[in-house]
C-alpha cells in the first residue's frame, strides 16, 4: 500500500518535472516513469524496508533541535545541570541512532543502486545480442558504449537513491515546518515567507546548469568522437599528410569549444552558492529582527529562537536539492528515454515462437524467387537458386552483384523482402536460429579477430570444443606452419582488430574457426583472397577431404578458387546470368569465358607446356 | 545474478586499518608528475595569484558568521532589540561580499584550470599525429579517448576544484581553530577533539575507496572494449551463433563492476554517518561541557552557539581535505596517463637537420633491410632496387611480409638495419610529411570513416573539387554505382564503410589514393575483392595517369601480375626471384610454382 502511493507520488514528481520543462520528448514522461518502475518492482521488498527506514531517520532529524531548544531553555538558562546532562544523553543516542539508520539506508539504496545498474546492463547488452545484422549496421560503437556505460549509471542514481532522497527532503520539508508551527506561528510564517523567492531562483539555477552542463556533454562528444575518429583511422591519416593540418585546426577549434562551454558552466556554478546563501542570509535577518524582538519581548524563549535556526535550515535545504534535483531528473530521463527506444527496436529478423531445433540431415539449399532489397536499394528481384546435397557451387560475378547478400539470406543474417530460403526443405524461419548457423558456417569476406589468444579465436567456432579438437582442425587444414611461425604459437593475444597477423593469416584462423564448427553447410565468401596461390592450393587439398558429405558454396574472383565446384553460377545485378559445370560455361562463349581469358588468356601455350607439372 | 559479494569487509579492514591511515597512496613519482603540470599552469600564473588571495579574504569572510549569530543570541537574551539591526545590516554585507569574492574566485580557478586542459588537450593531439604505426599496434582507441577526454578533465578538476579547495579548508582550519584557541581554551581543545576523528574517517575512506574507483574504471574499459568488440564483430557472432560467448564475457565484467558497487557502496555507508555521528556527538559534548560552563557564568550563551557554529564549519574543510587528497591521487593517476602518451617517443623520429624531398623522380632502393615487430624478425637482408616509373609487383608466400615491405617506404616503421633511398637519398634524411607526400598507398585492409563517401574520397585533399573527386572516382571504377545511390557522392557509409561491398570499398580506398597525386602509388592486394573485369578496367585507366610514376602492387591474380613490368619475390625476408613474369615462369623457380598453381588448378577441372 505504502509503496503504491509512494509510487504514484513519485510519478506525479516525475511527471511534474518534466512539464515544468515542457521539452517535447518521443516518450511521454508518464510511460518512462512506469517504465523505470517496472525495474524497481523485483525489489520491491527492499524498496519498502528504504522507505521505513527514511521515514524514521527523518523523525530523528527532526527531533534533535527540538531537544538543543530543551537543552538550552530547561537546562542551561535554568541553571539545572542534571537535565544538561540529560539531554546531552538523549543527543549522543540520537547520534547514535542516525547514525545506525544511515547505515541501512547506506547500505539499502547503494545495493538497490547497483542491482538495477548490473540489471539493466545486462538487458541492454542482451538486447544488442539480439538485435539483427541490418540493424547494428547502422549503430555506432560509440553510441552503444555510452548508452550501457553512462546512460544506465545516470538512469540509476536517479531511481533509486534519488527517489528516497526526495522522499525524505519532501518529508523533512513538512516535518520541520510541522515543529515550527508548533514553537510560534508567527515565526513560522515569517521563515516559510521566502520561500517562493527560493523557488524561483533555485529553478532558474537549475535550469540554467542544466544547459550549461548539456552544453559541456555535447561539446565533449564531439572531441571525444573526433579523437576516436583519429586513433581509429590513424592508419589512413598517416598516409595523407595533407591531412594533418586540417586535423590539427578542427581539434583545436573543437577543443577550444569545449573550454568556452567549461568557463560558461563554471560561471553558472559559480553563482549558484552565492545567490543561495544571499537567500538563507536574508531569512536569518528575519529571523533575527523579528526573533530578536519577541525574544526580547519574552514571548518566546531563546532556545526556541536557536531552535528556530536549525529548522529553518532544515526548511530551505530539501527546497534547493529538490529544484536542483529537477534537473539530474532532467538528465536522468533523457537518459532513460535513450535506453527504452533501445529496448524498443525489435529486430526485423526474428525467432519463431514455433521455431525448433531442426536435424539438418542432407543439406539442400534453395532460395524460392527471393525479393530483397537495403533501404530500397534493391539487389533480388526473383532470384531462384538451388544447391542439391553435398554440391559444391561456385558463384562467380562483379562486386556489389549481391554474392555477399546471398550468402547473408542463407544464414538468415537478413530476411528476404518475399519469397522463401529453404535449408532440406524447411523454411530457414523455422528453424531456432542456433540450429541454423550451429550447423552452418561461413568463413566471411573480412575475416574478424577478437582481442584474445589464436586458440580461443578458433574455439569460438564451437565454445565446447577441447584443445586438441582445436589443433586438430588446425593440423587437418595443414595450417600448422601458421601457428608455429607465430611468436607464442596458440598463445599468440591477437592485438584489437587483428593488426598483428598479415591479412592472410587472419583468414586462414578464421577459416579453422568456421571448420571447427563440422558444419554441413559450408560457406566460403571469398574467404581465401588474400591468400597467395601455393598457400591456397595446399588449402585446398585439405580442403577436398573435409568437404565430403558436406554442401558448400563458394564465392570467389579466382579462378584457381574456382576449380572445386562442381557447377558455377554466375550473378550479374542480382540475377544468375549462367550457370553450368567449368566446360559448359567456356563453350558457351559468355561472361564466364571472358573471364577465363582475362584471368588465364594470355600465354596457353605456357599451359599446355607445364600441365604436367604438379601442384606441389 | 549470483548473489552480491562483499569482498574485503570488516576483518580485512580492521587488519589494513594501523597501516594506511596517514599513507595516502600517492602514485609513484607523482612530486615529478605535478612539478610537470604545474608547468601548464605557469603561464596562468597571475590567475593563480588571484585565486589564493580571494581564498584568503573569503575565509575571513566567513568566520564573521559565527561571531555575528553569538553576538545576537547574547542581545537577545538581555532582551533587548536596540542593535539587532546592525547585525542584521552586518550578516546582509557579509553574505553580499563573500558571495562576490567565491563567484570570482570559482570563476578565475575555472578559466585557469580550462585553459590547462586546453593546452593539454592540443599538445596530446599533435603527439598522437606524430606517433608511428607500432604505438598504435598495442594500443586501442578507447585507451587514448580516455586519456584525452577523462584524465584531462581529472586534471582540471585537480586544478580547479581540488587545489583551491584545498587551500581554503587548510586556511579556515587554521582561523577557526586560532579563534577558538584564542576565546576560550578548554572549550576549544572539547571542539577540536572532533577534528581528528573526522580526519581519520575520511582518509580511510580515501585509502578504501580510491583503490576502488581505479579498479571501477579499469572494468568499464574492459566492458567498453567488449561492448565494441560485440558491435564490430556482430555479424561474424551472429553467423557463428555464438552471442552467448560475447554475453559470457560481458558478464564476467558486469558482475565484476557490480562487486566493486557494493564494496563502494559499504564504505560510503559507513563513512557518510559516522561523519554525523562525530558531529553530533562532539556538539552534544560541547553542549554538555559548555552548558556547565554558561550556568557557571564562564562563558555567555551566545559564544556557545559560537562554538557549535565553528565546530560545524570545521566539518566540511577537514572533510575535504580527504577528498582533495583523492582527487589529487586520482589526478595525478590521470597525469601518469597522459605523460606516458606525451613522453612516447616516435619511433619514427625526424633528424633535426631533415631536409625537404621536394617531388620525386621515384627511383626507390632497398639495401639490407632488415626488419622486425617486437617479437618477431620479418625481412632479413632484403635488397632491391626499383627504377623510376617502374610498375612492379611483390609476391610471396602468405605472412611473408609483402606488406612490411611496403610499409616500409613511406617510413611507417623504420627498418632495424639497412637503408631505404628514394631518389637516392635516405629516408630517413627527409622531412617525414615531404616523403608521405610523394607516397600514395592502398592499404590491404581498408579503413573508410563514417562520414560521407565525397569526404572520405577527399580525405588527403580536403579542398578538393567535385570535378577532381569524380575524375578519380572514375578511374578507380566507381563512380558509376555513386550516382547509382539515392545521395550519390552524399552518402554517409557505416562505420568502417560496413553498407558497401568489399570490393565498392577497395576501389573508393583506391580513388581516395589517386586524389592526392602520387610520385609512388602502392596498392596492397587493393582489389583482392574486385572481379577480374573491373580489375582490368581500373589497370586500364590507371595506365595514363601512372606512366611515369613507381607503382607497387600486390597481388594474389594473375592477370594483375601480368600488367607488371617486373616481380620481385620475397621468401624468408629476402628477395629470392627478380624479373620479368616471362623470365621467371621460365627459370621454373619459386615465382613459377606459385605461378602455375593458378593454372594447374585449371587443369584438375579440365
Ligand atoms: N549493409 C548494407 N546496407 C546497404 N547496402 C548494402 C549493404 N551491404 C551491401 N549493400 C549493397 O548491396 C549491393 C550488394 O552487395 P554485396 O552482396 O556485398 O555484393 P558482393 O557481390 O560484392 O558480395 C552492393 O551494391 C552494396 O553496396
Ligand atoms: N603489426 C604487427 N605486429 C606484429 N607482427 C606483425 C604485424 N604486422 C605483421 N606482422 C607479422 O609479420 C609477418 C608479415 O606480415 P605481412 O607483411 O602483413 O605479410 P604479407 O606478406 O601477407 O602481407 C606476419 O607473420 C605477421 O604475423
Ligand atoms: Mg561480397
Ligand atoms: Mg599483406
Known amino acids: ?616 | 545474478m549470483p548473489e552480491p559479494i562483499l569482498v574485503g569487509t570488516k576483518t580485512q579492514t580492521i587488519k589494513q586499518i594501523n597501516s594506511f591511515l596517514f599513507a595516502v597512496q600517492m602514485p609513484s613519482g607523482s612530486k615529478h608528475l605535478f612539478r610537470r603540470i604545474m608547468g601548464y599552469v605557469a603561464r596562468e600564473r597571475k590567475l593563480l595569484c588571484g585565486v589564493l588571495i580571494l581564498i584568503i579574504i573569503g575565509t575571513f569572510l566567513n568566520i564573521m558568521g559565527p561571531v555575528i549569530a553569538g553576538r545576537v543570541v547574547d542581545i537577545a537574551v538581555l532582551k533587548s532589540s536596540s542593535e539587532l539591526w546592525v547585525y542584521a545590516t552586518a550578516i546582509i554585507l557579509l553574505t553580499l561580499s563573500s558571495g562576490a569574492v567565491s563567484f570570482v574566485r570559482e570563476y578565475l580557478s575555472g578559466l585557469m584550470s580550462q585553459k590547462v586542459v586546453y593546452r593539454i588537450r592540443v599538445s596530446i593531439y599533435k603527439h598522437l599525429q606524430d606517433l608511428s604505426y607500432s604505438f598504435y599496434d598495442k594500443i586501442d582507441a578507447g585507451q587514448i579517448i580516455s586519456r584525452v577526454s577523462r584524465d584531462t578533465e581529472n586534471i582540471g578538476g585537480m586544478l580547479g576544484f581540488a587545489i583551491p579547495n584545498l587551500i581554503a579548508s587548510l586556511s579556515t582550519l587554521v582561523t577557526v581553530a586560532g579563534i577558538l584557541l584564542a576565546t576560550n581554551l578548554r572549550l576549544a581543545l572539547i571542539a577540536l577533539t572532533a577534528t581528528p576523528f573526522i580526519l581519520l574517517v575520511s582518509l580511510f575512506f580515501n585509502r578504501f575507496v580510491r583503490p576502488l574507483f581505479e579498479k571501477n574504471w579499469i572494468e568499464i574499459s574492459g566492458m567498453s572494449t567488449i561492448i565494441q568488440e560485440g558491435v564490430s564483430g556482430f555479424k561474424v557472432l551472429k553467423a557463428l551463433g555464438v552471442e552467448n560467448e560475447m554475453f559470457k564475457k560481458f558478464d564476467r565484467k558486469n558482475v565484476e563492476i557490480y562487486n566493486i558497487g557494493m564494496r563502494i557502496t559499504f564504505l560510503s555507508a559507513i563513512t557518510w554517518p559516522s561523519l554525523g555521528l562525530i558531529v553530533g556527538v562532539g556538539s552534544a559534548v560541547l553542549y554538555w561541557y559548555g552548558g556547565i560552563q554558561v550556568i557557571a557564568g564562564g562563558i555567555t550563551l551566545g559564544q556557545l552557539v559560537t562554538f557549535t557554529m565553528y565546530l560545524g564549519m570545521l566539518v566540511w574543510p577537514i572533510m575535504s581535505i580527504g577528498f582533495v587528497l583523492s582527487r589529487y591521487a586520482e589526478a595525478m593517476i590521470s597525469a601518469r596517463r597522459i605523460f606516458e602518451v606525451l613522453d612516447t617517443e616516435p619511433e619514427v623520429k625526424e633528424k633535426p637537420n631533415a631536409i625537404d624531398l621536394g617531388k620525386v623522380k621515384g627511383e626507390v632502393r632497398f639495401e639490407n633491410v632488415t626488419f622486425g615487430y617486437e617479437d618477431k624478425t620479418v625481412l632479413k637482408g632484403l635488397s632491391f632496387e626499383v627504377k623510376p616509373g617502374e610498375k612492379v609487383a611483390i609476391v610471396g608466400a602468405t605472412g611473408s611480409g609483402k606488406s612490411t615491405i611496403v610499409k616500409l617506404i613511406p617510413r611507417f616503421y623504420d627498418p632495424q638495419e639497412g637503408r631505404i633511398l628514394i631518389d637516392g637519398v635516405d629516408i630517413r634524411d627527409v622531412k617525414i610529411s615531404s616523403l608521405r607526400r610523394n607516397i600514395g598507398i592502398v592499404h590491404q585492409d581498408v579503413f573508410l570513416f563514417p562520414t560521407s563517401i565525397r569526404e572520405n574520397i577527399a580525405y588527403g585533399k580536403p579542398n578538393a573539387t567535385l570535378e577532381e573527386i569524380e575524375r578519380v572516382a572514375k578511374i578507380a571504377r566507381i563512380h558509376d554505382y555513386i550516382i547509382s545511390l539515392p545521395n550519390g557522392y552524399d552518402t554517409v557509409v557505416g562505420e568502417r564503410g560496413v553498407t558497401l561491398s568489399g570490393g565498392q570499398r577497395q576501389r573508393i580506398a583506391i580513388a581516395r589514393a589517386l586524389l592526392v597525386n602520387p610520385s609512388i602509388l602502392i596498392l596492397d592486394d587493393s582489389t583482392s575483392s574486385v572481379d577480374s573485369e573491373t580489375e582490368r578496367e581500373i589497370y586500364e585507366s590507371l595506365k595514363e595517369l601512372v606512366k611515369d610514376k613507381t607503382v607497387f602492387i600486390i597481388t594474389q591474380r594473375l592477370s594483375t601480375l601480368k600488367l607488371a613490368e617486373r616481380i620481385i619475390v620475397v621468401e624468408n625476408g629476402r628477395v629470392i626471384e627478380d624479373g620479368t613474369h616471362e623470365e621467371l615462369v621460365r627459370k621454373g623457380g619459386a615465382y613459377a610454382r606459385l605461378y602455375l598453381t593458378q593454372y594447374a588448378a585449371q587443369e584438375v577441372v579440365k
Open chain 1, 1 to 616: 500500500m505504502l509503496l503504491r502511493r509512494w509510487l504514484s507520488k513519485m510519478a506525479w514528481h516525475f511527471h511534474h518535472a518534466a512539464g515544468a520543462e515542457g521539452k517535447p520528448k518521443e516518450v511521454a514522461t508518464g510511460v518512462l516513469v512506469s517504465w523505470l518502475l517496472r525495474w524497481l518492482y523485483p525489489m520491491k521488498a527492499r524498496v519498502i524496508l528504504l522507505a521505513l527506514i527514511a521515514l524514521v531517520s527523518l523523525l530523528v532529524n527532526v527531533v534533535s533541535p527540538y531537544v538543543s531548544k530543551l537543552l538550552i531553555d530547561e537546562g542551561i538558562t535554568r541553571g539545572d545541570v542534571d537535565a544538561v546532562g540529560r539531554y546531552v544523553l538523549i543527543l549522543v543516542l540520537i547520534a547514535a541512532g542516525g547514525w545506525f539508520l544511515g547505515f541501512l539506508r547506506g547500505i539499502l539504496s547503494g545495493s538497490l543502486n547497483q542491482k538495477l545498474l548490473y540489471n539493466m546492463r545486462s538487458a541492454v547488452f542482451k538486447h544488442m545480442e539480439d538485435m539483427d545484422v541490418a540493424y547494428m549496421n547502422i549503430e555506432r560503437t560509440g553510441k552503444m558504449i555510452s548508452l550501457i556505460v553512462n546512460d544506465i549509471n545516470a538512469i540509476g542514481d536517479v531511481t533509486t537513491s534519488g527517489t528516497i532522497e526526495v522522499l525524505i527532503n519532501s518529508l523533512t520539508l513538512l516535518g520541520s515546518l510541522y515543529m515550527m508551527l508548533n514553537m510560534h506561528l508567527g515565526l513560522s510564517l515569517a521563515t516559510a515567507s521566502i520561500v517562493p523567492l527560493m523557488l524561483l531562483l533555485s529553478s532558474y539555477l537549475a535550469r540554467k546548469t542544466r544547459q550549461a552542463y548539456r552544453l559541456t556533454r555535447e561539446k565533449l562528444s564531439e572531441l571525444t568522437s573526433s579523437v576516436e575518429q583519429s586513433v581509429s583511422g590513424s592508419r589512413v591519416s598517416q598516409s595523407f599528410v595533407e591531412r594533418r593540418s586540417v586535423d590539427t585546426v578542427s581539434f583545436d577549434r573543437l577543443s577550444s569549444e569545449t573550454m568556452r562551454a567549461n568557463i560558461k558552466a563554471r560561471i553558472v556554478f559559480a553563482m549558484i552558492q552565492p545567490s543561495l546563501d544571499a537567500v538563507r542570509a536574508l531569512s536569518y535577518v528575519i529571523l533575527i529582527l523579528y526573533g530578536g524582538s519577541l525574544v526580547a519581548s519574552g514571548e518566546i524563549s531563546i532556545g526556541v529562537l536557536i531552535a528556530f535556526f536549525g529548522y529553518a535550515e532544515m526548511f530551505y535545504r530539501p527546497i534547493i536539492t529538490l529544484t536542483t534535483f529537477y534537473s539530474t531528473l532532467q538528465a536522468a530521463l533523457a537518459a532513460a528515454e535513450r535506453v527504452y527506444l533501445f529496448l524498443q527496436v525489435k529486430p526485423v529478423v526474428k525467432e519463431s515462437t514455433e521455431a525448433k531445433w531442426i536435424e539438418i540431415k542432407s543439406g539442400r539449399i534453395e532460395l524460392r524467387n527471393i525479393y530483397f532489397d537495403y533501404d530500397g536499394n534493391p539487389v533480388f528481384q526473383g532470384l531462384d537458386f538451388k544447391v542439391e546435397p553435398g554440391e559444391i557451387v561456385a558463384i562467380v560475378g562483379p562486386t556489389g552483384a549481391g554474392k555477399t547478400t546471398l550468402t547473408n539470406l542463407i544464414m538468415r543474417l537478413y530476411d528476404p523482402k518475399s519469397g522463401e530460403v529453404l535449408i532440406d526443405g524447411y523454411n530457414v524461419k523455422e528453424f531456432r536460429f542456433q540450429s541454423l548457423r550451429k550447423q552452418m558456417a561461413i568463413v566471411p569476406q573480412e575475416p574478424v579477430l577478437f582481442n584474445e589468444t589464436v586458440l580461443e579465436n578458433i574455439r569460438l567456432g564451437n565454445p565446447e570444443a577441447s584443445d586438441e579438437d582445436v589443433k586438430k582442425v588446425v593440423s587437418e587444414l595443414g595450417l600448422n606452419e601458421l601457428i608455429e611461425s607465430l611468436p607464442q604459437k596458440y598463445d599468440t593475444v591477437i592485438s584489437i582488430g587483428g593488426g598483428n597477423l598479415s591479412v592472410g593469416q587472419r583468414q586462414l584462423i578464421s577459416f579453422a574457426r568456421a571448420m571447427l564448427k563440422n558444419p554441413k553447410i559450408l560457406i566460403l565468401d571469398e574467404a581465401t583472397s588474400s591468400l597467395d596461390s601455393y598457400t591456397e592450393s595446399l588449402l585446398q587439398k585439405a580442403m577436398i577431404r573435409l568437404m565430403k558429405g558436406r554442401t558448400c558454396i563458394i564465392v570467389a574472383h579466382r579462378l584457381s578458387t574456382v576449380r572445386l565446384a562442381n557447377r558455377i553460377v554466375f550473378i550479374e545485378n542480382g540475377k544468375i546470368v549462367e550457370e553450368g559445370t567449368h566446360e559448359e560455361l567456356l563453350l558457351k562463349k559468355g561472361a564466364y569465358a571472358k573471364l577465363y581469358e582475362l584471368q588465364f588468356g594470355i600465354a596457353p601455350e605456357i599451359v599446355s607446356k607445364t600441365s604436367s607439372i604438379s601442384v606441389n
